[in-house]
């Protein structure tokens, strides 16, 4: 069956530190892949995706994520991180030609001052 | 502006009270899904629907259904709540899906439901 996984249940940095937040996947085939970030009572926002192409997409916010088929993972990093960045990370697999999307558990990110 | 809209945003009812959550979308889209997320869970796609007069369960159907008689709305029903359909739900749009599947998901802000 297909499934997302996010090791990391809370992370927590530094404000100015870099970030790396992981996802792996299990999917027969080549998925798309997303991330998206949830504010505190908000709606899921994309991040970024990965359809097919170059590896390495950027997304919004300063984000980009990494897609490693022989890993089975899209891991999501930043440079140096905010504190607005606080939020919740999910990482998202659309399989079955888009009809279905499996998300991971999500991943809390704190961050301090 | 583009936007999907969920009503109500928050609803504290009783066991086997019939209940309506809708869901309206300003962007043509034709793909439309409803989510449910518990904690440590994520989001669990409840039902999907890819056209007018199109849907199918996805992961968590038991004690859900929903229509979509236009393209715009896709209301999700629940016609005997029970406390464990206590949760989160987003409803999310997007545009197409099959050779165009392609496309991330437009989320609403979410409706909290309590089912008591």
């Known amino acids: 069956a297909q499934s997302v996984t996010q090791p990391d249940i809370h992370i927590t940095v530094s404000e100015g530190a870099s970030l790396e937040l992981r996802c792996n996947y299990s999917?027969?085939?080549?998925?798309?892949l997303f991330w998206y970030v949830q504010s505190p009572g908000q709606g899921l926002q994309l991040l970024l995706k990965?359809?097919?192409?170059?590896?390495l997409v950027q997304g919004i916010k300063g984000f980009e994520a990494e897609f490693k088929r022989s890993q089975s993972s899209f891991n999501l990093r930043k440079p140096s991180v905010h504190w607005s960045d606080a939020a919740e990370y999910f990482c998202?697999?659309?399989?079955?030609?888009?009809?279905?999307?499996?998300f991971g558990p999500g991943t809390r990110l704190s961050v301090l001052p | 502006e583009a936007q999907v809209t969920q009503n109500p945003r928050y609803l504290i009812t009783v066991t086997g009270k019939k209940l309506t959550v809708t869901c309206s979308q300003n962007?043509?889209?034709?793909?439309m899904s409803w989510y449910r997320q518990d904690p440590g869970l994520g989001l669990r796609q409840i039902y999907y629907?890819?056209?007018?007069?199109?849907?199918d369960k996805g992961d968590v159907p038991e004690g859900y259904k929903v229509s979509r008689k236009e393209k715009r709305n896709f209301p999700l029903i629940l016609e005997s709540p029970s406390p464990n359909q206590t949760s989160l739900y987003f409803c999310?749009?997007?545009?197409?899906?099959?050779?165009?599947?392609?496309?991330?998901?437009?989320f609403g802000d979410g409706t909290r439901l309590s089912i008591l």
């Open positions: 999310a749009s997007s545009k197409s899906t099959g050779t165009n599947s392609n496309q991330p998901q437009h």
């Open positions: 999917y027969g085939a080549t998925p798309y």
């Open positions: 990965y359809f097919s192409g170059d590896t």
């Open positions: 998202a697999v659309g399989i079955n030609y888009g009809q279905n999307f499996v």
């Open positions: 962007m043509n889209h034709e793909y």
């Open positions: 629907s890819m056209n007018v007069e199109v849907t």
